[in-house]
């Protein structure tokens, strides 16, 4: 498991690298001082892991989430307990209170190899698939969500509507730019307003000017536009 350490402190990244070495599953690939340098190191070295602070000169932990395309596995690291509930909130993978005890960090190496093993390893293809995860941010709200999870991104104005259980939060992205990074096996460009995850189709029906309804599982129809109906039809073998 390769893991990045982002922290503005130099002692707590060296005493988390010291206390990760009991732990040889845990590979420390590189440290970040703040989220800029965090930000390009994901990108460049595509860690499995971070153990991210959350309060930080510039931007916060939560912010470089929310630039990232595709999240990693997460634990906070952060000597503010105020920030926990928000943590378990966003669904990380756990949560470390600075100075952090051996014990607890065993807890939580413990459950980062039963996650890894759920999920069968990450994909370092560039191109996200349906074992990637986002971060949504909506205001006071944020979540860790599965691709498999999402069936609809709606473009809306300079923002992406997505759709995931009973929530439809707002992320800043355009949509064109969203396409480029989703694997086309999975996720299919139904108009200049809709992406649709294949897996979430249940039913297709012809519609006005050569068009589709489709019908996703859980009640949402978007219509694919007649240029983009030859190949969808195309890609579900109709």
Known sequence: MRALIVDDERLARK????LLEDHPSIEVIGEAVNA???????????????????QMPGRTGFQL?????????????TAYDEFALKAFEVNALDYLLKPIHPERLSEAVQKINEKEKSRGGRSKDKKLGLEDQVFVKDGDRCWFVSLTNIRLFESDGNY????????????????????EKLDERAFFRASR?????????????????????VKLKGGDKVEVSRRQAAKFKDMMSL
């Open 36 to 54: 800029d340098e965090a930000e390009q190191m994901v990108n460049e070295q595509n860690p499995d892991l971070l153990f991210l602070d959350i």
């Open 193 to 213: 307003k809709h992406i649709i995850n294949l897996s979430w189709v249940e039913g297709i029906e012809p519609w006005f000017n050569g068009g589709l309804m």
């Open 15 to 18: 005493e988390l690298i010291k």
């Open 65 to 77: 989430l929310e630039s990232l395309d595709s999240a990693p596995l997460v634990v906070f690291t």
């Open 160 to 179: 992406i509507k997505v759709y995931f259980d009973n929530n439809r939060p707002m992320i800043h992205k355009s949509l064109n730019a969203l396409d």
